[in-house]
């Protein structure tokens, strides 16, 4: 066991957070949420992505949203571009970090994508050739990696040949998700063990959502591997708007609490965190889905 002595933690709440709502969340709420977050400490935050407005409306405002944003010294914003129409849009706003997103599952590439495997590597290929002539660091996302909504299970074989892709084209870090939420520690120990033959552990990193309630248990068991980045969203926000039932991911809040509570250094204040996930719940009418930030939330109310 060689726990990290930090950690990375980049909130995807804006992006992943918000593409599955359904009422209308203004850009002026997305950015007042990313200067929440900065402002809390995050240095990562995934902003918006560059995807059809039809296929996921939320995500129309993407330039307005990155245009209003201001830029926080040491802060890096990242968007999705699974295309290099949505890389030549995106490249206007300028973003420190672009994401292409493949799938270890076939039938979640069509859904989520319209593209088989292969044919979304020839998709990101121009993406991640572009975006490296432009110093633009490039993370790709591995969905499905330990299951898939349609297909079930998902192996590891599954997960490494996609990291294999990935890697062979570019590609710079490999986020390994757990799309729908179902993976237990040793499965999903099993999927980072096998994106780890093609990326060191310094380029690799944790998207869990926490459908079935393991995210925590998840990130924990990848801790214990050593591995130090985690995508994480405020208030528990997000779903994929292509694998239903499916909710948000691991809240950042609840994460922050794990890590401080176990001595590892975040960098980020869990109050005005707090008040970052606070703000959008409340925008939303709901209340924040985070054990940590309700029984904080709780004790300050007492
Ligand atoms: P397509 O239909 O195969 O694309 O969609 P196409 O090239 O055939 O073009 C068809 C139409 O889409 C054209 O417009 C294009 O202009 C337009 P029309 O002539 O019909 O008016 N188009 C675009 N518009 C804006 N931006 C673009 C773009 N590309 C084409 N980049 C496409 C392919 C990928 C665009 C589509 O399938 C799509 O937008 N899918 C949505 C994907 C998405 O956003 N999913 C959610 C994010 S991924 C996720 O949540 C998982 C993650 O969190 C990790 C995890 O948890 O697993 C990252
Ligand atoms: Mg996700």
Same mark, same amino acid.
């Given at each position: 066991?060689?726990?990290?002595?930090?950690?990375?933690?980049?909130?995807?709440?804006?992006?992943?957070?918000?593409?599955?709502?359904?009422?209308?969340?203004?850009?002026?709420?997305?950015?007042?949420?990313?200067?929440?977050?900065?402002?809390?400490?995050?240095?990562?935050?995934?902003?918006?992505?560059?995807?059809?407005?039809?296929?996921?409306?939320?995500?129309?405002?993407?330039?307005?949203?990155?245009?209003?944003?201001?830029?926080?010294?040491?802060?890096?914003?990242?968007?999705?571009?699974?295309?290099?129409?949505?890389?030549? =849009?995106?490249?206007?706003?300028?973003?420190?970090?672009?994401?292409?997103?493949?799938?270890?599952?076939?039938?979640?590439?069509?859904?989520?994508?319209? *593209?088989?495997? =292969?044919?979304?590597?020839?998709?990101?290929?121009?993406?991640?050739?572009?975006?490296?002539?432009?110093?633009?660091?490039?993370?790709?996302?591995?969905? *499905?990696?330990?299951?898939?909504?349609?297909?079930?299970?998902?192996?590891?074989?599954?997960?490494?040949?996609? #990291?294999?892709?990935?890697?062979?084209?570019?590609?710079?870090? =490999?986020?390994?998700?757990? %799309?729908?939420?179902?993976?237990?520690?040793?499965?999903?120990?099993?999927?980072?063990?096998?994106?780890?033959?093609?990326?060191?552990?310094?380029?690799?990193?944790?998207?869990?959502?926490?459908?079935?309630?393991?995210?925590?248990?998840?990130?924990?068991?990848?801790?214990?591997?050593?591995?130090?980045?985690?995508?994480?969203?405020? #208030?528990?926000?997000?779903? *994929?708007?292509?694998?239903?039932?499916?909710?948000?991911?691991?809240?950042?809040?609840?994460?922050?609490?794990?890590?401080?509570?176990?001595?590892?250094?975040?960098?980020?204040?869990?109050?005005?965190?707090?008040? =970052?996930?606070?703000?959008?719940?409340?925008?939303?009418?709901?209340?924040?889905?985070?054990?940590?930030? %309700?029984?904080?939330?709780?004790?300050?109310?007492?």
């Amino acid at each position: 066991m060689s726990l990290p002595s930090k950690v990375k933690l980049v909130d995807v709440g804006p992006r992943d957070g918000l593409q599955n709502e359904k009422q209308p969340v203004p850009a002026a709420v997305k950015i007042e949420l990313v200067h929440r977050l900065q402002d809390a400490g995050l240095t990562e935050i995934e902003v918006t992505s560059f995807v059809s407005p039809k296929w996921v409306p939320q995500m129309a405002d993407n330039a307005e949203v990155m245009a209003g944003i201001r830029r926080k010294p040491g802060v890096r914003y990242s968007v999705l571009t699974p295309n290099m129409q949505g890389f030549e =849009a995106a490249v206007l706003s300028k973003p420190d970090e672009v994401v292409v997103f493949a799938a270890a599952s076939e039938a979640f590439s069509q859904r989520n994508i319209n *593209c088989s495997i =292969a044919e979304s590597i020839e998709r990101f290929r121009p993406v991640v050739e572009a975006a490296r002539a432009r110093n633009i660091y490039v993370r790709g996302a591995i969905s *499905c990696a330990v299951g898939c909504p349609y297909e079930g299970e998902v192996a590891p074989e599954r997960v490494e040949l996609v #990291a294999r892709l990935l890697k062979d084209i570019g590609v710079q870090h =490999a986020g390994v998700a757990d %799309t729908v939420g179902v993976g237990t520690p040793l499965k999903v120990r099993r999927a980072m063990e096998a994106t780890l033959r093609h990326y060191s552990i310094d380029d690799v990193s944790g998207h869990f959502h926490d459908t079935y309630g393991q995210a925590l248990a998840n990130t924990l068991i990848c801790l214990q591997m050593g591995i130090w980045q985690y995508d994480t969203s405020s #208030a528990g926000l997000g779903g *994929c708007p292509y694998a239903k039932g499916a909710t948000g991911n691991v809240a950042t809040e609840d994460v922050v609490y794990l890590l401080q509570g176990m001595g590892i250094v975040t960098g980020i204040d869990l109050d005005k965190l707090i008040d =970052a996930g606070k703000f959008i719940s409340d925008f939303l009418e709901r209340k924040p889905n985070s054990r940590a930030a %309700t029984a904080l939330l709780n004790k300050r109310a007492s």
